[in-house]
């Protein structure tokens, strides 16, 4: 039976006793996994790439997911990300079982829950650094006024106000990550996530662009860092430990 079930005389209803009988009620995290599994059909094989994860991430919390090439990491974001779903388990975000949604369903929470960083900026060369940190607003049907104004504002908070109407080659590889962040931000997301934020710059800007998400966190922001770094990683006030596609270990920092 489930902490969520009112225990019960035996035989007797939860409903003839005058009391409300919860099933699946929704977890009061901001990030809720259980059980989850990730299973690959590689020809006659089945390889599993994740096994029985479980896991909270609470609103405002900064994490690090870290783990060697093929530990299941990648498998594991794509699955927060909303890229993916699970083979088995349950996934909640925000109060959303997002584990049996179709890819319209998906595509929705991804714009409306998760804020996304890559390792490689994913900017469009030909537009300015206020039209990329507007494309999520497009797609959300946002008027132009509106999302001009937004994306403004975002790219305020990660100190790139002088360089909008940059371009992407106009700009050193932190200001594009940076631009990456604002997009990432302007729809005030449940959760930004960055895969490999650092993996394309030096180690200069990889600490200036970490110290922007200690700043973001510190503003309330519920942040997720996917890297293969301990020094990135050491960043995060709490750090998860995946390999062969099962938790490790999960301490907090701080």
Not at 133 to 152: D, F, Q
Request: glycine share 8%; charged share 25%; aromatic share 6%.
């Amino acid at each position: 039976m489930s902490d969520a079930t009112l225990a019960t005389p035996t035989g007797a209803s939860a409903l003839e006793h005058g009391e409300v009988l919860v099933r699946d009620a929704v977890p009061a995290a901001l990030i809720s996994m259980r059980d989850i599994w990730k299973t690959y059909q590689m020809g006659s094989e089945e390889v599993h790439a994740l096994h029985g994860v479980s896991f909270d991430v609470q609103k405002g919390e900064y994490v690090a997911i870290i783990g060697p090439s093929g530990s299941g990491k990648s498998t594991l974001m794509n699955l927060i990300g909303c890229l993916d779903t699970p083979s088995k388990g349950e996934y909640w975000i925000n109060g959303k079982n997002v584990s049996e949604m179709d890819d319209d369903e998906l595509a929705r929470i991804r714009n409306k829950e998760v804020g996304f960083v890559f390792q490689t900026f994913n900017l469009l060369a030909r537009a300015t650094a206020l039209h990329n940190v507007e494309l999520p607003l497009i797609y959300a049907g946002m008027s132009s006024t509106e999302r001009h104004e937004k994306a403004k504002q975002s790219l305020a908070a990660v100190e790139l106000t002088d360089r909008m109407m940059h371009k992407p080659n106009e700009l050193s590889g932190g200001q594009r990550q940076r631009v990456a962040i604002a997009r990432a931000l302007v729809n005030h997301p449940s959760i930004l996530l960055a895969d490999e934020p650092t993996g394309a710059l030096d180690t200069h800007t990889s600490y200036e662009i970490m110290n922007l998400f200690e700043k973001l966190h510190s503003e309330g922001n519920t942040i997720i860092v996917v890297t293969h770094e301990p020094d990135i990683a050491a960043r995060a006030y709490r750090v998860i430990s995946i390999r062969d596609g099962m938790i490790e270990k999960d301490e907090r920092l701080r």
